[in-house]
């Protein structure tokens, strides 16, 4: 199918999903529509029976779509300018030092946790995986999904202090989990007699440091830039050329292109919009990217619904996956209890921080696209098969039950 067409397919369907939601089921527009697309798929796969080569058309056509240069070089751009748009700075900066350790520390401490874990799960089963592949899964499984997790807060009613907190830390793993996937991966592909530590922790400051001052440049040049003109055209459309060129040259030069896009949308999102716009450039700064996240987490969403299609399955891979789930809000919680434990004589922590954030903590699209990233000889399949299952369960269970959580919660005594 030529990419037009393909265009014209999934936007089609993606709407078709959307006004159905909106209109029958009225869940939050991302896990409906995703809702929807998994619902589509399950009923080609038993059309399939009858009609063999229709399915096989779609499967083809869905399997053709790549999903990891899809997600990571083309949408993750504009999903996270997107959302760290809206992120307010002030609050921010006084939740650092949770958002900061829950996206380093935290992130780190669950990965390595999950690791061992599906170690010995897979052992169980008969399947020897060596730990370094299971290491990779372990960091591709463990960050909190800024696509899931900002397009479900928004109706969540969580507390505002313990809001930044998740969107800030769902923002910042993003970009660490990345890098550390990214270095593991080379690691396992070149041999771990090839391993350097020292090297490791260069490249990651390197990565991750760089992007953090590359993402500052670049938002402080689009400010400049937009402060001097007051037509709210051109400068929506600088913000565009500030992520599409701001990613690609952040790619270029080696740094975190998550990272950048996140510092650079923050850095618009407040100094641009209080120092450099009119109201009238405001309330259409905010339109169009709200309007862009919206599209984009439909077509992600509905797009991980049909993956259900060429994701390889069977009854050992779902039970491990099922495990899998368990294992991960163990080591979830214990990611989160350990560094609020560490903070709580400085800082003061909402109540039942601990388990909302543990429930708050979706994973999404990113973990599929880092999973299809392995190469084959890596357990690709099964890392994919059990990744889906985990990302399903996640948005779906986790994603529809966490404000009614929050609110349970916050009635109980602390």
């Known amino acids: 199918m030529q990419l037009n067409s393909l265009i014209t397919v999934i936007i089609s369907i993606c709407a078709v999903f ?9 869940l939050p527009t991302a896990i409906g529509i995703m809702v929807l697309s998994l619902l589509f798929s399950v009923i080609l796969i038993i ?48 939740q650092l030092w949770p958002v900061a350790l829950l996206a380093t520390a935290g992130t780190l401490i669950s990965a390595v946790l999950v690791a061992i874990a599906v170690y010995l799960l897979f052992g169980a089963f008969g399947t020897h995986i060596p730990i370094i592949y299971c290491l990779l899964f372990g960091i591709l499984i463990s960050p ?16 505002p202090t313990l809001h930044i ?26 041999g771990i007699e090839h391993f350097s530590f020292w090297h490791s922790v ?18 402080y040049a689009g400010f400049l830039l937009v402060r001097s003109i007051d037509n709210y055209q051109v400068e929506i459309l600088i913000t565009v050329a500030m992520v599409m060129g701001g990613y690609a040259l952040a790619n270029a030069i080696h740094v975190s292109g998550p990272l950048a896009m996140i510092v650079a949308g923050i850095v618009t999102g407040n100094t641009g919009k209080q120092h450099a716009m009119s109201e009238v450039t405001k309330e259409y700064l905010d339109k169009f990217w709200e309007l862009v996240d919206e599209i984009l987490n439909a077509i992600l969403f509905m797009l991980v619904g049909l993956q259900i299609l060429v994701i390889p399955t069977g009854g050992t891979l ?20 350990l560094p609020i434990t560490m903070l709580r004589p400085f800082i003061t922590f909402e109540r039942h921080a601990i388990a909302i954030l543990t429930w708050g903590g979706l994973r ?43 609110k349970f919660l916050m009635k109980k005594p602390a």
């Open 18 to 26: 959307g006004y159905a939601n909106a209109r029958f089921i009225k």
């Open 318 to 337: 779902i039970l491990i996956g099922m495990a899998t789930i368990l294992l991960l809000l163990a080591a979830r919680w214990l990611s989160v209890a």
């Open 364 to 406: 999404g699209g990113l973990s599929v696209a880092m999973a299809l990233s392995l190469p084959a000889a890596m357990f690709r399949s099964q890392f994919v098969a059990v990744t889906y299952i985990v990302v399903v369960f996640s948005i779906v269970v986790q994603g529809l039950t966490i404000k009614g959580v929050t």
């Open 202 to 219: 260069a490249v990651f400051f390197r990565e991750a440091g760089g992007g953090l001052l590359f993402g500052l440049v670049l938002g």
């Open 165 to 190: 907190k998740i969107a800030g830390e769902s923002l910042f793993n993003d970009g660490v989990a990345v890098v550390v996937f990214m270095a593991l991966l080379e690691v396992a592909q070149s």
């Open 47 to 94: 059309a399939g029976r009858v009609a063999p080569s229709f399915l096989a058309a779609v499967v083809k056509t869905v399997g053709g779509i790549n999903f990891h240069t899809l997600l990571m070089d083309v949408m993750l751009s504009f999903l996270l300018f997107a959302g760290s748009i809206h992120i307010d700075a002030a609050s921010l900066r006084k």
């Open 144 to 159: 909190t999904d800024p696509v899931a997790v900002l397009a479900i807060l928004k109706q969540a009613g969580i507390p």
